[in-house]
């Protein structure tokens, strides 16, 4: 029920509010991973983000990238990211399934999906990362992200420090364990090891290349074949 629990009541100013109450080590991996994404980027890419939110990464996208198109399920949290990118941006924010994007064949530059949304969107992984790679264009590329093992006591405090606020549900600790974390009211969030990153590569049929990033961040960078290809 993730996805559903993000559109319902992580949305808008509260999900806002779980990244400035995030500890310095978490912001540093938040960094690390819009930076990982950025050096891939360039000037004239056309970049799609999904599960954008409140636009957080894609208006950092928007600075090196040609254009940044955001897609989320939440109509809060994307009236937000509207009312922060103003006018003139690069960016557009629309409703949109990311399981099930509307969008033509390889219209897309770079697909990205950040902070764990593979396992946070709560859809069937090999799906989405079929549908990224659909409306990626022959030499872009799709990025997918997870959490490290190693991160594993960051993430749970960052949680904690949500549910104190009300932000999330009470941990239910006694079910927090082994990279998935769970509330008392409903909310849970694991993560995939590089191993399972690497077999959903064999269920889609192309191979990502897998990176740590920071020690906080595993990243499956998969590459679609012919074109150009105007990232580095």
């Known amino acids: 029920m993730t996805e559903g629990y993000y559109a319902a009541k992580l ?3 509260r999900l806002r509010r779980c990244y400035e109450i995030a500890p310095p080590r978490v912001r540093e991996y938040l960094r690390a991973e819009i930076a990982f994404v950025r050096e891939r980027l360039s000037a004239a890419d056309r970049v799609l983000e999904l599960g954008c939110g409140y636009g957080r990464v894609a208006l950092e996208l928007a600075k090196t990238a040609g254009r940044v ?3 989320d399920t939440s109509s809060e949290s994307l009236a937000l990211a509207r009312r922060l990118a103003g006018d003139g941006t690069r960016c557009e924010f629309l409703e949109m399934d990311a ?3 509307r969008f033509a064949d390889g219209g897309f530059d770079v697909v990205v999906c950040v902070q764990n949304g593979i396992c946070a969107f709560n859809a069937d992984p090999v799906r ?11 030499g872009g590329r799709a990025l997918f992200s997870t959490y ?3 991160f594993w006591e960051h993430r749970l405090r960052w949680f904690e420090a949500q549910a104190a606020e009300g932000l999330l549900g009470a941990i239910d600790h006694d079910e ?9 009211d409903g909310f ?12 959903l590569g064999r269920a889609v049929g192309r191979a990502p290349t897998i990176t740590e990033v920071d020690g906080s961040s595993v990243f499956a960078e998969w590459r679609v074949p012919g074109g150009g290809g105007s990232n580095p």
């Open 69 to 71: 198109v955001g897609i």
């Open 128 to 138: 989405l990362v079929r549908e990224a790679l659909r409306v990626t264009q022959p």
């Open 11 to 13: 949305s808008g100013e």
């Open 176 to 184: 927090t364990r082994g990279g998935v974390i769970v509330c008392e």
């Open 99 to 101: 399981a099930d994007l």
């Open 148 to 150: 490290s093992s190693r």
């Open 188 to 199: 849970r969030a694991g993560m995939l090891a590089p191993e399972e990153l690497a077999g």
